[in-house]
């Protein structure tokens, strides 16, 4: 029935093409589309390849249906060293140009700068025409994360969860039981393993000098230590207010948990340095060769380490644990945090006359087969309700054991403003990691900072 379906659909949208594109008997024409898309990390080659899978598709059924049109597809797939800013710069430096990508890549949270900015064009029509066919499968909560203004601006392409990943091995040789080891998930579910409970383990196993770190996180700037803000409580937007939002309790604790973990009562559980943009030194290799005990990652990484030989299956299985982010004191809720990456179409693409061919394309990629093989090699979450029993995704057991990870998650605000709230975060959480500021003191840089930086667009609530 899938492939049936998969055929009619490729089938009706060359359809579409011809229609679209009447030429003469003679003439050949060849439609180029360009697409840019990022990893960072190399595993999520195939947010680009499936365009190449799908323009093959699509052309050999141009060719059937005895069309004399091809389409071609002009991509970048950017990653490490090139980062998400650079990615974004090169991207608003190609559009003043005039030379934007047709299909551009970001996350989400970039919709509602690029819609106010004019570079992007709604797709709500473009989504109605083929809703039946392809988008009623997206799981529903995704387009809300694509929404800006009561309209949809791009089409979901993946989603993840960010779990707390930990040491098997070292936990055994701080004398925890298998059946203590395997039931940690689970405690961290039920809010009985806290934060704190984290930085007591981490601190132990420092001091008995099983690892050299007790946690581990990103080292540049990003959204993966916001799970701890949002564990002790925190928000970081209203969306019916449209307003970014500062729980003044939740930073508080928040800001005082890091400086624990660095220079209080925890010290040594986090390094001072650990925003040092050392992805290799400071964040795979610790945890990959148990020189860490806990790591605030993401699902990609698994699928990275793997792909990089840092570990092997065996290992991983063996050796490494995999959790929700914990409460940050009892009675709040664990956590983890979706970032959704997005297909949108520029609107110069619109200009040149090939947004419907844009979209085509995109309609094409959207399926669970296809989108599988991306989900399955960079262990990134299925985007369609469909895909999660597709025949290659069930056959990946880490995918199938984090999917319960969405029930907790949240996603990054979808706002204009949402970079200078980001970066403002990273800023004051990096002095205190460095030492540069204490928490009261970061508290306050925090909240004086967003409040210049935002205006009356940040909700300051208890």
């Given at each position: 029935?899938?492939?049936?379906?998969?055929?009619?659909?490729?089938a009706?949208?060359?359809?579409?093409?011809i229609?679209?594109?009447?030429?003469?008997?003679e003439?050949v024409?060849?439609?180029t589309?360009?697409?840019?898309?990022?990893?960072?990390?190399?595993?999520s080659?195939?947010?680009?390849?499936?365009?190449?899978?799908?323009?093959?598709?699509?052309?050999k059924?141009?060719?059937?249906?005895?069309?004399n049109?091809?389409?071609?597809?002009?991509?970048?797939?950017?990653?490490?060293p090139?980062?998400?800013?650079?990615?974004?710069?090169?991207?608003?430096?190609?559009?003043?140009?005039?030379?934007?990508?047709?299909?551009?890549?970001?996350g989400?949270?970039?919709?509602?700068?690029?819609?106010?900015?004019?570079?992007?064009?709604?797709?709500?029509?473009y989504?109605?025409?083929?809703?039946?066919?392809?988008?009623?499968?997206?799981?529903?909560?995704?387009?809300?994360?694509?929404?800006?203004?009561g309209?949809?601006?791009?089409?979901?392409?993946?989603?993840?969860?960010?779990?707390?990943?930990?040491?098997?091995?070292?936990?055994?040789?701080l004398?925890?039981?298998?059946?203590?080891?395997?039931?940690?998930?689970?405690?961290?579910?039920?809010?009985?393993?806290?934060l704190?409970?984290?930085?007591?383990?981490?601190?132990?196993?420092?001091?008995?000098?099983?690892?050299?770190?007790?946690?581990?996180?990103?080292v540049?700037?990003?959204?993966?230590?916001?799970?701890?803000?949002?564990?002790?409580?925190?928000?970081?937007?209203?969306?019916?207010e449209?307003?970014?939002v500062?729980?003044?309790?939740?930073?508080?604790?928040?800001?005082?948990?890091?400086?624990?973990?660095?220079w209080?009562?925890?010290?040594?559980?986090?390094?001072?340095?650990q925003?040092?943009?050392?992805?290799?030194?400071?964040f795979?290799?610790?945890i990959?060769?148990?020189?860490?005990?806990?790591?605030?990652?993401?699902?990609?990484?698994?699928?990275e380490?793997?792909?990089?030989?840092?570990?092997?299956?065996?290992?991983?299985?063996?050796?490494?644990?995999?959790?929700?982010?914990?409460a940050?004191?009892?009675?709040?809720?664990?956590?983890?945090?979706?970032?959704?990456?997005?297909?949108?179409?520029?609107?110069q693409?619109?200009?040149?006359?090939?947004?419907?061919?844009?979209f085509?394309?995109?309609?094409?990629?959207?399926?669970?087969?296809?989108?599988?093989?991306?989900?399955?090699?960079?262990?990134?979450?299925?985007?369609?309700?469909?895909?999660?029993?597709?025949s290659?995704?069930?056959?990946?057991?880490?995918?199938?054991?984090?999917?319960?990870?969405?029930?907790?998650?949240?996603?990054?605000?979808n706002?204009?403003?949402?970079?200078?709230?980001?970066?403002?975060?990273?800023?004051?959480?990096?002095?205190?990691?460095?030492?540069?500021?204490?928490?009261?003191?970061a508290?306050?840089?925090?909240?004086?900072?967003?409040?210049?930086?935002?205006?009356?667009?940040?909700?300051?609530?208890?």
């Amino acid at each position: 029935m899938r492939k049936i379906l998969v055929v009619s659909l490729v089938a009706l949208l060359a359809l579409s093409i011809i229609i679209s594109f009447p030429i003469s008997a003679e003439e050949v024409k060849t439609i180029t589309i360009t697409v840019w898309t990022i990893g960072p990390d190399p595993p999520s080659e195939y947010r680009l390849e499936n365009f190449y899978i799908a323009a093959d598709m699509l052309n050999k059924y141009l060719e059937i249906l005895g069309a004399n049109i091809r389409v071609k597809i002009e991509g970048e797939f950017f990653v490490r060293p090139v980062e998400w800013e650079e990615y974004k710069k090169k991207f608003y430096l190609a559009y003043e140009a005039g030379k934007a990508p047709d299909i551009y890549l970001t996350g989400h949270e970039d919709v509602g700068f690029l819609a106010e900015e004019g570079m992007i064009i709604p797709l709500d029509e473009y989504i109605k025409k083929f809703w039946n066919t392809t988008y009623y499968d997206v799981i529903s909560t995704l387009w809300e994360a694509v929404k800006h203004k009561g309209r949809i601006w791009a089409v979901p392409q993946d989603t993840e969860a960010r779990p707390l990943y930990f040491r098997k091995d070292v936990l055994r040789e701080l004398g925890w039981s298998e059946e203590e080891i395997e039931a940690l998930p689970e405690k961290i579910e039920r809010g009985e393993f806290t934060l704190y409970d984290l930085l007591k383990v981490a601190k132990e196993a420092v001091d008995k000098g099983l690892v050299k770190r007790g946690l581990v996180h990103r080292v540049k700037e990003g959204w993966d230590y916001l799970q701890f803000y949002l564990g002790f409580g925190g928000r970081l937007w209203d969306p019916e207010e449209g307003k970014m939002v500062f729980s003044q309790e939740a930073w508080k604790k928040t800001l005082k948990w890091f400086y624990d973990a660095v220079w209080g009562e925890y010290k040594g559980v986090i390094w001072p340095g650990q925003f040092s943009k050392d992805w290799d030194k400071d964040f795979h290799l610790p945890i990959t060769k148990g020189e860490a005990l806990f790591c605030s990652g993401g699902t990609w990484h698994k699928a990275e380490w793997i792909k990089k030989g840092l570990l092997t299956e065996e290992e991983f299985w063996n050796n490494i644990g995999f959790a929700l982010h914990p409460a940050g004191e009892p009675g709040k809720k664990p956590v983890t945090l979706s970032h959704p990456l997005i297909y949108t179409i520029t609107s110069q693409a619109k200009e040149r006359g090939v947004d419907e061919i844009a979209f085509l394309l995109i309609t094409l990629v959207t399926d669970p087969h296809i989108n599988s093989y991306h989900a399955v090699a960079s262990a990134h979450l299925a985007i369609l309700n469909s895909q999660i029993l597709d025949s290659r995704y069930v056959q990946d057991p880490f995918l199938r054991d984090v999917a319960y990870m969405l029930k907790y998650t949240t996603f990054i605000p979808n706002h204009p403003k949402w970079a200078d709230y980001s970066r403002i975060v990273f800023e004051t959480i990096r002095a205190v990691e460095t030492g540069e500021l204490g928490p009261e003191a970061a508290y306050e840089h925090l909240l004086e900072s967003l409040k210049e930086a935002l205006g009356d667009i940040l909700k300051i609530e208890p």
